[in-house]
């Protein structure tokens, strides 16, 4: 097993969590995980992407052009990263704030409506775990029970009573995502 | 083995520290490397096991505080990101003429000048041949995993007191930025027992005074301690060289690459051997001492050598020193903080060796 | 008066005795141009590290400039600094042996120009250290340029017509820049050109080095000295000059004990 993944969209919305959780929950399961972060002033506000691979063998290039799964999040992740789908592979997307849906014929797309999810939860920050629920459903690879471990693992200890709303939103994402194409 | 974790290549170097038993810690913030103060001040080290955190007010300052703690018999450290290398390499210098032993990290950025934060290779030239002024050098090491970022800290350290003299660790933006996962050694005790042949620990009636000091007015006597000092490079040279062969036995095409780069022509490795041709890696571990000698038994076999870096070409003058002209060494480069895939390598090395 | 044929072993007897030199300075003849105050004050403060039993725990940083052979005389462990960086030195090592005494000599040059910042610092971060500071008003050691405490209108290598404040900038009175600091306890200005003066320095050279036994904060002794040598003038008139032109401009005594600013020069400004 070796799946290379792209999460972008906007900075603050909990891309970069997002791929930690799951590097860490791989890691729980004995995969080598990589997690590399797109970093510097695009992360104060602009657009933020990190590559995560989960794999059964050594990792070699944490830098990548191709993705067995691209998540994107916002319009300009949408325009740089479609093309970058490994043929074959799958797209996730949000719909929310894209005005030039996905274009390709040769992949899977999926659509899940975090965002307007997220509203109707406690707190909107759950939406990269309503995301994260998607994939797990479009790719169970790593199990629910490893999730929760990493989200204790990356929330701050004054965080933890939002460890349940967090775990209803991986619930939710993987009920509300629908595959497209 | 210890507890695996999932860190950042910066996070593991800092804790890494503190489990070597680093005695002190003097930084100043620069990007891409500036968790690495963070991560150590969220640690409070000084309560895990009494290692001295200091956020310096320069990189200058940082690094002379280094040489003073260094002079203690110490174990001590740094870490910055290239332009702040720069400012400290009058310090390195005199670390290096007064034999002291340290551990210095360059988490590499884009340059010249203030450049770009993204990741580059370009100081290679400033790590491996001196950096500061007169006739000096350092082991030079190269991480390429997050495990490395660790684990070369014990190494670090163990060299840089085997040779009294710095160590770097020469990683950059990628290495530094990226969380893996990492086995982490045990927690090391500190050093209780310091060298009353050269460190300030306070004259006793016992032995003569001990002065730290890279100055000598005397020239034949100045000579005799360049000489001395380059006895001991000769040491390393002979002893220190460490490198990583990938897929070599049997290649046609190497690949030789450090650090990031390292990673992303592994890949380029196995896209090279699915489409039937027979590439191989060396990587580097160590920059000084280079790995000349392999590369160069090797030459006789390969039709090509291809270096891939992230700058306009400085370890291949190395890697042609090495071969002396037994083979075609090309070069494929990125700059300022442009980084290539793993398929941009592999048609680089189509189209330099024609295949 | 008869003539005698005096014999050494008659002379060098203990009732004799007025003077040994400490066994903490090195035999090595001192290397300063004869009337330079350096190696009073050298002698001075290994005097007290020897009174104090403290060679054994006591560290001092040599920087750049006629200091800079400092551990060829004072018989304690010694760490060289590059120029200007000797408080940052001093704090690595005091940073690493907290129970040490340290402390760092430096000239005008080392403290108060290439080394602002690290002087700055250090003080405001208070490290439990005395920091020595030789004001001579010139670049003693490279052959006499303008140093950031030449005063205006007096003449160097590199203000031959005299320093022109507009053009030069004004001398630095760094010692009244460090006692605003909270981090410094106790900040003074001496001189050792008198016997009476090097007995006053000497007092200040001991409180520097108790006040570190106690944690108390960074002390901070300005020594305004001569440079005959630099000043193109014999050393009695190196010390007339001082007296009637440097002295003024930086005055002694103290301006800080106890955290306390006791100057009311230094208050007013």
Redesign the interface.
Known sequence: MNEEIIIAGFGGQGVLSMG?IM??AG?MQQM??????S???EMRGGTANVTVILSDER????????FDTAILLNQQSMDKFESSVKPGGVLLYDSNGITRHPQRKDISIYLVEAATESGKMLTTKTFNMIVLGAFLKIKPLISFENIVKGLK?SLPVRHHHLLPVNEDAVKRGMEIVKQVQ | MGE?K?MKGNEAFAEAAIRAGC??Y?GYPI??QSEVMEYLAAQRPHLRTGM?L?Q???E???I?????????G?K?MTSSSSPGISLKQ??IS?LAG?QLPCLILNVMRGGPGLGT??PSQSDYFQATKGGGHGDYRMIVLAPASVQEMADFVRLGFELAFKYRNPVIMLSD??IG?????VELFDQMPRLTEFDQQWA??????DRE???????DLDPARHERHNLKLQEKYRKMSENEVRFESIECNDAEYLFVAYG?SA????????IARARGIRAGLIRPITLFPFPSEEIDRMAGKLKGILTVELSAGQMIEDVRLAVEGKVKVALHSRMGGM??????VFDALLKSFSI | MEARNIKLEEIIRDENLVYTKTSLMTDKPLSFCPGCGHGVAHRVIMEVVDEMGI?????G??PVGCS?LA?EFM????????HG?AP??????K???PD?YVFTYQGDGDLAAIGT??T??ACNRGENMAIFFVNNGIYGMTGGQMAPTTLPGMRSSTTPYGRDVALMGNPLKITELVAMLPGTCFVARHTVHTPLAVRKFKKAVRMAFENQKLNKGLSFIEIVSNCNSGWKMTPVQANKWMEENMLPYFPPGDIKVNGEMVSKTAKSE
């Not at chain 1, 080598?32 to 972060?37: A, D, G, I, Q």
């Not at chain 2, 930025?177 to 996962?181: N, V, Y």
């Not at chain 3, 060679?55 to 560290?59: E, G, L």
């Not at chain 3, 018989?75 to 590059?82: K, L, Y």
Request: charged share 20%.
């Open positions: 930690k590097a860490y890691m080598e995980v990589s997690w590399m972060p970093y510097g002033p990792i070699s290039s944490p830098i990548l052009n191709h693992d | 695996k999932l005695d002190a003097f990007t891409p001295v200091l310096a007010e320069s200058i300052a940082a002379n505080m280094v040489y003073g703690a260094a002079g203690t110490k001590v009058e310090g005199y007064s934060i993204q933006g990628i930025q990226m969380m893996e996962k300030t620990t306070g004259k006793t009636t005074r001990n002065v730290i000091t890279s100055l990031s990673r992303i022509c592994q890949k380029s490795v196995k980084v290539p895939s793993p398929e941009e | 060679q054994a725990d006591t560290i940083v040599a800079v551990y018989n304690i462990d010694m760490q060289q600094a590059s960086r940052a030195v001093a704090t690595g090592i940073r690493c042996w040490k910042a690290e700055i610092h």
